[in-house]
Nanobody
Framework: QVQLVESGGGLVQAGGSLRLSCAAS????????WGWYRQAPGNQRELAAI???????NYGDSVKGRFTISRDNTKNTVYLQMDSLKAEDSAVYYC?????????WGQGTQVTVSS
């Protein structure tokens, strides 16, 4: 089992920045990738960013160039730095820890960007 706790969401003006954190505990050695996903009302959950155990990174098209995913293995924490935020970035952001047979989700943190 892996437990994920997200933090860092909130209200920010368009053009501003936020940093989300996802602290992990439990059977972390089984995790092959860490990701941030988001879901706005009425929309499907979509990928924002993902970082694999080998360090490879991918971003969703809508956040490329504005968001940066990183991890601190000493703290078992994954971060999502979000810059140049837009109103359309407003969503609940979820952390996900994936392994070969599935994965775990955090409880989500709300990000609201006012225009």
């Amino acid at each position: 089992q892996v437990q994920l706790v997200e933090s860092g969401g909130g209200l920010v003006q368009a053009g501003g920045s936020l940093r989300l954190s996802c602290a992990a505990s439990g059977s972390i050695s089984s995790i092959t990738a860490w990701g941030w996903y988001r879901q706005a009302p009425g929309n499907q959950r979509e990928l924002a960013a993902i970082i694999s155990r080998d360090g490879s990174i991918n971003y969703g098209d809508s956040v490329k160039g504005r968001f940066t995913i990183s991890r601190d293995n000493t703290k078992n924490t994954v971060y999502l730095q979000m810059d140049s935020l837009k109103a359309e970035d407003s969503a609940v952001y979820y952390c996900r820890a994936s392994h070969t047979l599935g994965g775990y989700w955090g409880q989500g943190t709300q990000v609201t960007v006012s225009s």
